[in-house]
């Protein structure tokens, strides 16, 4: 399927639809007969070790890994299994303290006495050992353990991925690895792949430690240590140009050569990017892991295919819940792994969700949905031309919404974790910024929904809840500014409104006339679906489903969207619309105007960008103080 003028955000493969209402795989895993809990439900503490440990129990092979992802054969022979007793292996970093931490993920033997299992080693900064365990893990006893695995050069970079940045000519390219080399950690670019003539210092090393955790898991038995962080920019790059380009240092190894595509001019003919949020990931071996979620492989074998098949996707645009980590770090390294040949050709730009950041005190609206990460691993694992300053080194965090802009393209990236009037000036100034004759749409994207069918009217985070307040702050400014299409997430389902105003659909007054903004819910990438959708449908709501999406501007005047089904690749939904002219004329802008937003436009020399930062997260959002010595 070709996609020469579409963006495209795949939702879940049906495969596990028919089940995850009654055992999502983030609450329980199949594994034979037995339904196994995920890490999470760990509890190492109860933990013990046998003093008459099986010797020669288990072997792991190959005990050198060349490459980040490679596989490991793990056998054993003389495991008892009678009596029902269940036995599972689990993988570990060698110096983990299996009383502390929870397995990274782990295999049920099966009541087998012999045989072998497969795991997929993606932390190469660390060596890896197996151990045999014996009783659920609630309270395991350790019997046995493997050799060492090691990879062949553990300071190898890993996790490659592009950002945007404010300026068309720079690409901004992280990655994560030891902090070997980290003095010399570059970036090196040109024209062709053995001609690699221009060079770039990396901006700067941050990393986080368990204090820097708000408490959960994240804290805990799901901390481990997150390797170092770089960034390194790529400057002066001339427009609609293939780059190519490695990373890393001269003393411990380059990245593969990978390449992308610079921004081209604002009148390029067409563009395409891929949209959705709530992804996850599946680590594709046979183990239990914490949040893994099939489908989301399913969405990023899909996006690399057609990627490759139409080089011309020019970025993601992915709005939360990006790994569903939950504290846990290794989570984070198995998404890094599975996003890698996607983030290091193309742009990985996101938007902070609830997973990532909501803990109780600290500024948020939800609950405890990020383990106590509280927004720390999101925002040094993804620098993006945040609203604060953009160096690497000295960026103020947790004030995560910025702009940026690709062909006719104007996007806006808001954070419905965050006190919404504090992020009102920023938008503002950014609305009254638009040059609607270069960039003519406007497309503003937040993690939580505005408009949404959804039976969830809980307090303090319900879906309506949040959405009527997030309605009330920002919706007159989006009718006033005529915002074209709003992306959210967070409900995992595909939903399409009418041009929405006041609750009501919209018709526009003339041919070229604006109308209202246009709401979408995407939030099918990859996890648990969800069911509760309101019967009968409200009446704004044009299309809703569960599965896939692909979301397409198409060149200057045209903005096309095709829903793409995650498993059958089929388009369920498409519209398309086109741009109205009227809004060239800067008269009309004042249509929508209400005193709320005049009132809002005075104070934006006067209000605090950053309201109430001196009591959020324990004073620890500024990133020199996670910058590495």
């Avoid at 490659?160 to 404010?166: E, F, I, K, P, S």
């Amino acid at each position: 399927m070709a996609y020469s003028a579409r963006v495209m955000a795949i939702m879940a493969a049906a495969l596990t639809m028919s089940t995850v209402s009654a055992f999502p795989r983030w609450q329980y895993e199949q594994a034979g007969s037995e339904l196994l809990p995920p890490p999470a439900r760990a509890q190492p503490e109860k933990f013990t070790i046998a003093s008459d440990m099986m010797i020669g129990v288990l072997s792991a092979t190959p005990s050198v890994l060349e490459a980040n992802g490679d596989f490991v054969q793990v056998s054993w022979h003389g495991v008892p299994g009678k009596n029902g007793t269940l036995y599972w292996i689990g993988m570990y970093n060698v110096d983990d303290d299996v009383t502390v931490v929870a397995p990274i993920k782990y295999q049920s033997v099966g009541g087998r006495y012999k045989g072998t299992l497969t795991f997929q080693v993606v932390n190469p900064r660390k060596d890896t050992i197996f151990y045999l365990f014996q009783n659920d893990i609630t309270s395991a006893v350790l019997v046995s353990k493997s050799n060492i695995v090691t990879f062949k050069n553990p300071n190898m970079p890993a996790g490659g991925r592009l950002a945007y940045t404010n300026k068309p000519d720079e690409m901004l390219v992280s990655w994560t690895a030891n902090f070997a080399g980290a003095n010399s950690m570059v970036v090196q670019w040109g024209p062709a792949p053995e001609t690699l003539n221009m060079q770039a210092v990396a901006l700067g090393r941050t990393t986080y430690t368990r204090d820097d955790m708000c408490g959960g898991d994240a804290g805990g038995k799901g901390f481990r240590d997150p390797g170092v962080f770089y960034s390194a920019m790529m400057n002066g790059l001339q427009s609609n140009q293939l780059v190519y380009y490695r990373y890393g240092s001269p003393e411990t190894g380059f990245s593969d050569v990978r390449s992308f595509r610079t921004r081209g001019s604002a009148d390029s003919s067409e563009i395409s990017f891929f949209a959705f949020g709530d992804l996850g990931m599946h680590a594709p071996d046979e183990s239990v892991q914490y949040s893994d979620s099939f489908p989301s492989l399913n969405t990023t074998e899909t996006m690399y295919s057609d990627l490759l098949a139409d080089p011309s996707v020019a970025f993601v645009l992915h709005i939360g819940d990006i790994s569903y980590a939950r504290g846990f770090v290794s989570v984070w390294d198995q998404f890094h792994k599975q996003i890698e040949e996607i983030s290091t050709r193309i742009p990985w730009m996101v938007g902070i969700g609830n997973h990532e950041r909501d803990w109780p005190g600290t500024g948020s609206y939800g609950r405890t949905d990020s383990e106590g990460e509280c927004g720390v691993p999101f925002e040094l694992r993804f620098p993006m031309p945040y609203s604060g300053d953009r160096s690497a080194t000295k960026k103020v965090l947790d004030m995560p919404w910025y702009s940026f802009e690709k062909g006719p393209l104007h996007i806006i990236v808001l954070s419905s974790e965050h006190d919404f009037k504090s992020q009102t000036p920023w938008l503002i100034a950014d609305l009254k910024s638009v040059d609607r004759k270069v960039t003519p749409w406007i497309v503003v994207s937040a993690h939580r929904p505005m408009y949404i069918s959804s039976t969830n009217w809980d307090e303090p985070d319900g879906d309506h809840v949040l959405g009527n307040r997030m309605i009330e702050e920002w919706e007159e400014l989006f009718m006033k500014y005529q915002v074209n299409v709003v992306l959210t997430a967070h409900h995992h389902s595909y939903q399409r409104s009418c041009p929405v105003y006041k609750g009501k659909c919209v018709k526009p007054a003339g041919p070229d006339a604006y109308a209202a903004p246009i709401y979408m819910i995407i939030g099918m990438g990859g996890f648990a679906s969800c069911y509760n959708i309101q019967e009968p449908q409200p009446e704004i709501f044009e299309v809703t489903a569960r599965h896939g999406l692909f979301l397409a501007p198409d060149a200057l005047h045209v903005f096309r969207i095709d829903y793409v089904h995650g498993d059958d690749r089929a388009v369920h939904d498409s519209f398309t619309l086109t741009f109205p002219r009227s809004i060239l004329n800067k008269q009309r802008r004042t249509k929508f105007a209400s005193s709320k937003v005049r009132q809002a436009e005075e104070v934006v020399g006067r209000r605090e960008m950053y309201m109430g930062a001196k009591n959020r997260l324990k004073n620890k959002f500024t990133a020199e103080q996670h910058y590495v010595d």
